[in-house]
């Protein structure tokens, strides 16, 4: 059932009983559409919860990382005054606002909106001297964190992060506490809360002066520095601010989050320290302290780069010791790197790496004869470029360049006489290492890449059986990646529009590739009722051109469906229904069935007054006269009423075209003449 239904006059078309809406753009899942089971569908047709309210005056940097994190349907962009009226209507889970647009009293405002939501949690942004005006808020709980602007994305992202956790955990207990009542502490006459607010920072201020003593000394200005070999990571941290500011983000609203937030902030400072001083295993390790902020914090940007970089160290350390022949530290640096990482894709190429690095026989020189006066030259020292294989292949470099790449230096190996053994486990690391970075590429969902690395599997000769496995996995990486587009598709109404991004192409597309994935034929069924839908609305509006074109797309997509038939007949009547209307035909074109002669007016009939009346009307397809209307009389305004009586009650057979009954528009002379 459509949202929003009007009914179609029976007289002009004959679509009375079905409903048509408006606005085909809105039309949602109906009950039908519960056929929909298939997980792939169900999981982007999810909602998603947490509305962020937006002052109007944040910047568009903000916008976006709200956007990044919710979602553009879950931001609600207001001004400082709708606010208020907006938490009432429930549903908000953070209200984000500049601190400027406060007014002079922000500790009301503030209470206002908790007292309006208990559960939305506020975050505030501006400069450092407008956080200091906010302590008393800060430390009260009004405010969950204020955030000092300009800042990083992953800053801003972990507070709005830390806020929308905040949401969830009073939405899921209950929260129905009120905030504390910070309008009329004042009414005393003693400046209570600049009291105590100078009072909490002073013993924050000490607190924090003993923790500064024994922490490590580090300078938070500098921006750590990572090996040559890494990129620079994101500062883990704002620039150190004096001491009093500082405080203000270690108040503790409420005791589990803040803390958590702490830990993180700390957890990252140490991270990047240990990272930069190639520190990486160990409890204290980057290893261990990125990830310990990203089982807090997932999305945390500063934690991922980090992470990434010392696996990157780990990763060269392997390669370095292989290079060099310190087989023992390279297997060591591999344990240590899957330990670290256990998914890496390299980790069985490297192992096959290492293995035939330790096979390898030391070549030493043959001892001299004593009898001969020559000395027996050594045979060829294949290590070096065995070595460089190994580079090569940790590098990525399989094929290219062409002079130097792990395939060339193999060939070049094998055309010198290199051990057939030795040949063959540079070979099968070679293939490893190849086809794990396709299921890396498959995994990350770039098919592109994942084709050039199919192609360079078959060129060095890797097992054909593997390389046909994952060339379907591809296909069917693919498909799922197109029905996934096709169901976002769905839910935003894009059903025909815009070219290329619609759900009728992409669906369509699955099916030219004849494709059997779960999902698909309900998604096909729920586009093919909303083509049908559209095309009644399009028809119940007269819109003959629109009608077609969803009649048109329905037949590709779903030839079978049985509103076929019913629509193309449809249209076909109310085209013609039309054309009939554009032209008024005599009511002597039509047969009369009955008719009553109409009343004399009876003044006229005293005066003697003879005259006539045109009348212009519909005939229904049901043989009913609607839609009088007088065109002309004379005498003007004295048989009018008679006429139109008479009319009204007249019954006509209704015109007719191939069994088919169609409205007609007629005019008719109606005569008030004395009889002789």
Same mark, same amino acid.
């Given at each position: 059932?459509?949202?929003?239904?009007?009914?179609?006059?029976?007289?002009?078309?004959?679509?009375?009983?079905?409903?048509?809406?408006?606005?085909?753009?809105?039309?949602?899942?109906?009950?039908?559409?519960?056929?929909?089971?298939?997980?792939?569908?169900?999981?982007?047709?999810?909602?998603?919860?947490?509305?962020?309210?937006?002052?109007?005056?944040?910047?568009?940097?903000?916008?976006?990382?709200?956007?990044?994190?919710?979602?553009?349907?879950?931001?609600?962009?207001?001004?400082?005054?709708?606010?208020?009226?907006?938490?009432?209507?429930?549903?908000?889970?953070?209200?984000?606002?500049?601190?400027?647009?406060?007014?002079?009293?922000?500790?009301? *405002?503030? @209470?206002?909106?908790? +007292? &309006?939501? /208990?559960?939305?949690?506020?975050? $505030?942004?501006?400069?450092?001297? !407008?956080? #200091?005006?906010?302590?008393?808020?800060?430390?009260?709980?009004?405010?969950?964190?204020?955030?000092?602007?300009?800042?990083?994305?992953?800053?801003?992202?972990?507070?709005?992060?830390?806020?929308?956790?905040?949401?969830?955990?009073?939405?899921?207990?209950?929260?129905?506490?009120?905030?504390?009542?910070?309008?009329?502490?004042?009414?005393?006459?003693?400046?209570?809360?600049?009291?105590?607010?100078?009072?909490?920072?002073?013993?924050?201020?000490?607190?924090?002066?003993?923790?500064?003593?024994?922490?490590?000394?580090?300078?938070?200005?500098?921006?750590?520095?990572?090996?040559?070999?890494?990129?620079? *990571?994101? @500062?883990?941290?704002? +620039? &150190?601010? /004096?001491?009093?500011?500082?405080? $203000?983000?270690?108040?503790?609203? !409420?005791? #589990?989050?803040?803390?958590?937030?702490?830990?993180?902030?700390?957890?990252?400072?140490?991270?990047?320290?240990?990272?930069?001083?190639?520190?990486?295993?160990?409890?204290?390790?980057?290893?261990?302290?990125?990830?310990?902020?990203?089982?807090?914090?997932?999305?945390?940007?500063?934690?991922?780069?980090?992470?990434?970089?010392?696996?990157?160290?780990?990763?060269?350390?392997?390669?370095?010791?292989?290079?060099?022949?310190?087989?023992?530290?390279?297997?060591?640096?591999?344990?240590?790197?899957?330990?670290?990482?256990?998914?890496?894709?390299?980790?069985?190429?490297?192992?096959?790496?290492?293995?035939?690095?330790?096979?390898?026989?030391?070549?030493?020189?043959?001892?001299?004869?004593?009898?001969?006066?020559?000395?027996?030259?050594?045979?060829?020292?294949?290590?070096?470029?065995?070595?460089?294989?190994?580079?090569?292949?940790?590098?990525?470099?399989?094929?290219?360049?062409?002079?130097?790449?792990?395939?060339?230096?193999?060939?070049?190996?094998?055309?010198?006489?290199?051990?057939?053994?030795?040949?063959?486990?540079?070979?099968?690391?070679?293939?490893?290492?190849?086809?794990?970075?396709?299921?890396?590429?498959?995994?990350?969902?770039?098919?592109?890449?994942?084709?050039?690395?199919?192609?360079?599997?078959?060129?060095?000769?890797?097992?054909?059986?593997?390389?046909?496995?994952?060339?379907?996995?591809?296909?069917?990486?693919?498909?799922?990646?197109?029905?996934?587009?096709?169901?976002?598709?769905?839910?935003?109404?894009?059903?025909?529009?815009?070219?290329?991004?619609?759900?009728?192409?992409?669906?369509?597309?699955?099916?030219?590739?004849?494709?059997?994935?779960?999902?698909?034929?309900?998604?096909?069924?729920?586009?093919?009722?909303?083509?049908?839908?559209?095309?009644?609305?399009?028809?119940?509006?007269?819109?003959?051109?629109?009608?077609?074109?969803?009649?048109?797309?329905?037949?590709?997509?779903?030839?079978?469906?049985?509103?076929?038939?019913?629509?193309?007949?449809?249209?076909?009547?109310?085209?013609?229904?039309?054309?009939?209307?554009?032209?008024?035909?005599?009511?002597?074109?039509?047969?009369?069935?009955?008719?009553?002669?109409?009343?004399?007016?009876?003044?006229?009939?005293?005066?003697?007054?003879?005259?006539?009346?045109?009348?212009?009307?519909?005939?229904?397809?049901?043989?009913?006269?609607?839609?009088?209307?007088?065109?002309?009389?004379?005498?003007?305004?004295?048989?009018?009423?008679?006429?139109?009586?008479?009319?009204?009650?007249?019954?006509?057979?209704?015109?007719?075209?191939?069994?088919?009954?169609?409205?007609?528009?007629?005019?008719?002379?109606?005569?008030?003449?004395?009889?002789?």
């Amino acid at each position: 059932m459509l949202g929003q239904s009007a009914s179609v006059p029976k007289e002009i078309s004959p679509f009375a009983a079905r409903e048509f809406d408006d606005s085909v753009e809105h039309i949602v899942l109906g009950e039908d559409d519960a056929v929909m089971t298939e997980t792939a569908v169900h999981r982007l047709l999810d909602v998603q919860q947490g509305t962020i309210l937006l002052a109007e005056d944040c910047d568009a940097a903000l916008h976006a990382l709200c956007t990044n994190l919710v979602g553009e349907d879950q931001i609600e962009q207001l001004s400082v005054q709708q606010m208020t009226a907006r938490l009432g209507l429930g549903g908000a889970g953070v209200l984000v606002a500049n601190a400027g647009s406060l007014g002079g009293h922000p500790e009301r *405002l503030l @209470a206002s909106w908790r +007292a &309006a939501d /208990p559960t939305v949690v506020i975050v $505030v942004t501006g400069s450092k001297p !407008e956080r #200091e005006a906010l302590l008393a808020e800060l430390s009260g709980g009004l405010v969950h964190r204020f955030l000092i602007t300009p800042s990083s994305s992953g800053q801003t992202r972990l507070v709005l992060a830390s806020a929308l956790k905040r949401h969830e955990e009073l939405r899921r207990v209950g929260y129905t506490a009120e905030p504390p009542a910070l309008p009329g502490l004042e009414k005393s006459g003693f400046p209570v809360m600049p009291m105590v607010a100078t009072a909490g920072a002073v013993l924050l201020a000490l607190g924090v002066a003993v923790w500064w003593l024994f922490r490590a000394p580090a300078d938070p200005e500098v921006e750590v520095a990572t090996t040559p070999a890494v990129a620079t *990571l994101p @500062a883990p941290t704002p +620039a &150190a601010e /004096p001491l009093a500011e500082q405080t $203000v983000d270690v108040i503790a609203l !409420e005791a #589990e989050p803040v803390a958590s937030a702490v830990e993180e902030s700390m957890d990252l400072d140490g991270a990047a320290q240990a990272l930069a001083n190639e520190e990486l295993l160990g409890e204290l390790g980057a290893v261990a302290l990125f990830s310990n902020v990203l089982e807090v914090d997932p999305d945390n940007e500063a934690a991922q780069a980090g992470l990434a970089a010392a696996e990157q160290i780990l990763l060269d350390r392997v390669a370095l010791a292989l290079v060099e022949g310190r087989v023992d530290d390279a297997e060591s640096a591999l344990a240590d790197l899957a330990g670290a990482s256990p998914n890496q894709p390299r980790l069985l190429a490297l192992e096959a790496e290492i293995q035939a690095a330790r096979s390898e026989p030391i070549q030493t020189p043959a001892e001299p004869e004593v009898e001969a006066p020559a000395v027996t030259p050594p045979p060829p020292d294949f290590r070096p470029q065995r070595a460089l294989v190994r580079e090569r292949i940790s590098a990525g470099q399989f094929i290219e360049p062409a002079d130097d790449s792990a395939r060339f230096h193999l060939d070049a190996l094998a055309a010198a006489g290199d051990d057939t053994a030795q040949l063959e486990q540079l070979e099968t690391a070679l293939h490893e290492a190849v086809l794990g970075e396709v299921s890396a590429a498959l995994t990350a969902l770039e098919f592109g890449q994942a084709d050039q690395l199919l192609a360079t599997a078959a060129v060095v000769g890797a097992d054909s059986v593997r390389v046909a496995a994952l060339q379907t996995e591809l296909e069917q990486a693919r498909e799922r990646a197109l029905l996934d587009r096709a169901v976002a598709a769905l839910q935003a109404n894009r059903l025909q529009a815009p070219a290329g991004n619609n759900a009728v192409e992409l669906l369509a597309q699955l099916q030219a590739q004849q494709s059997d994935l779960p999902g698909l034929e309900a998604a096909v069924g729920i586009a093919a009722r909303r083509l049908s839908l559209q095309a009644e609305a399009a028809l119940g509006r007269q819109d003959y051109v629109a009608a077609a074109t969803a009649i048109d797309a329905l037949a590709g997509l779903s030839p079978e469906s049985g509103d076929l038939a019913t629509l193309r007949a449809d249209l076909a009547y109310a085209r013609r229904q039309a054309e009939l209307f554009e032209e008024v035909i005599p009511a002597s074109g039509l047969r009369i069935l009955s008719y009553e002669t109409p009343q004399y007016p009876r003044q006229a009939e005293r005066r003697g007054i003879e005259g006539w009346v045109d009348v212009q009307f519909t005939v229904t397809a049901e043989g009913e006269p609607t839609e009088l209307v007088v065109i002309a009389a004379e005498p003007e305004g004295v048989f009018d009423g008679s006429a139109l009586e008479a009319l009204a009650s007249a019954r006509f057979e209704p015109y007719s075209e191939d069994s088919n009954s169609f409205a007609r528009r007629v005019s008719m002379r109606v005569r008030f003449n004395f009889a002789d």
